[in-house]
């Protein structure tokens, strides 16, 4: 049974839910099913974590209708996300019970044309809103006539199902707006004889019982997470019985407990979930209590430390408490606190860390270590609808900023340092394969934001396709390799005259390099050769993007009432130590 | 025994352990929806690790029935 509330929780809950929140949400629910209860779990779900949820319930089984229905209240509520959740009961029809009552071939046919029936929903769907779409794939039913017989059976109804799984997930493979939800694997997890509960089935056509609904409203709030950008990007750990067993100031270098055998083996399984996110493109940072030369031994040269030194963008190792090592760290990695998530064995520390900063995911691990691994498979705050190449970089290019760091600190003065970088800046105008991290960074980045305003994928093609937007970004190199692309500017054409900046805004990861100068230098120019006389740009204040706040007058920008103006006389010059290269 | 009754049936249905009578029902219980009826005794289930069967579960018109139904279980609810 997962750690879930009951559903009754969910559902009065949902009644005392007031307030503004931070972010905003509206769902369209579809089903072949009864899903009652799943609004009110998926919206106190979504206030946990302040976000307003506003959820379209389509009526029973009726989920044909409201996308075919080009004026269907599905289309009129204007969702982010819709969820259709189909079952192979009502897919199948009688098939699900009698599939041998037809031929082999008959029952290809058969899933072809259910595909067909699917996709041609999909398309009308894709073709009508900008919702993102995410349709549950069918659960495998345990139960075959032919019993153990069944996996020799050619096409055997256990193939169908999983034919028709495989056709919607290839189908969609590449798509932007539609996602295939893996609803068996949540089976595989929970189990079919708890997810399915004959008796709730009879009684209300319930094919995900009570006990569990819970549990698939934390699934789809996965979606939820990833749409909105609130991603956690970064890990910070302990050390001493959280990635090895014991104390390495008490039990020594060959004391702790760290290897193939048990318990030794739980912590190295815990490293090795952590770099399979890493690699993916989850930080690690380390903030231990502890002293330094005794833990550093342990990280280069324990035969069994799964995790290396180049996969922590940061290493707190000292004496300090948690929460000023958190703050340096924070500082160091140059990222927002509330995207971390704090793993430490201590609830004293735990406890400490919450208090001050509420926005970090604390992470309850138990004294056991054999549950670290679950614990961290079942964090559902990693989820994205994209992995990009930066993504998959993203661990590389903090240890390369640790690295310039120290470099930074050892050069006299800025501009020394900046000029033995060899920065790079490519600036281009964004196209179908710069997109999706393009949006990335829209919807995530939220410290030198000018204007945090957040786009999805559709809306920035949108602006692309516009002659009044230019939709740019840029792309940083310096001698220890490729950024990626981590600058994004959309200028808006007010006229033949003016432009305004609608959207300014860099990766905090090359930030204090005066790469933003070159990227203004750039767009000045660009104005000036089109005979604009002025740009004019807003700096929209948050809680976050105070880094960006002096921008706008360091580039020359005057204030005229609640806006910002920059008057071209000439082109301007870029920073002597930036090569750009306009493509 | 019947404390906890009480206690689930007020978490539910959101009225105060005090208003409880065995009379109520969907009649007179504002959040006693068909599908809160069943949430209700869903709980009830994993509360007294019991399970209703199907004719029980169709039979419930109030509170009076779910008690004869758990005292059927062995359950005591009149403590």
Redesign the interface.
Known sequence: MPEEKSLSYYINKSKEITGVMDRKIRIGLLSSFTINGLKEILQVKSSERNISCIVYEAPYNQYSQEILNQESNLYKFLPDITFLIIDARSIFGEIFRFPYSISNSDREQFVEEKINEIKNLIDKFVEKTNSKLVISKLSIPTFSPNGIFESKMEYSFQNMVEDFNHKLTKNYLISENVFAYDFEKFVTKNGEDHIFDYSQFFFGDLKISMEYLPAFGQELMKYVIAYLGITKKCIVLDLDNTLWGGIIGEDGFNGIKLGPEPPGNAFMEFQRVLLSLHQRGIILAINSKNNFEDAIKVIKEHPHMVLKEEHFASMRINWKDKVTNMKELIQEINIGSDSLVFIDDDPINREFVKSIFPEILVVDISNDSSTYTSIIENIIDFSVLKITDEDKNRGKMYFKQKIITELEESTPDLQTFLSQLDLKISIKEVDEFTLPRVSQLILKTNQFNLTTKRYQETDIEKMIQDANFIVGCAQVEDKFGDNGITGVFIIKKENEKEWVLDTFLMSCRIMGRDIEKGIMAYIVNTAYEHKVKKIKADFLPTQKNKPIENFLPNCDFEKEENSWTYAIKSKIKFPEYLKIQVD | MSEKLYQIIS??M?IDIADITDELGPETIENWT???G???L??LE?GFMV??T?NE??DVKNIADIKRHLRNKEINVDE
């Open positions: 978490k539910v959101k068909s599908f809160n069943y949430v209700l869903n709980e994993t399970k209703f199907i579960a169709m």
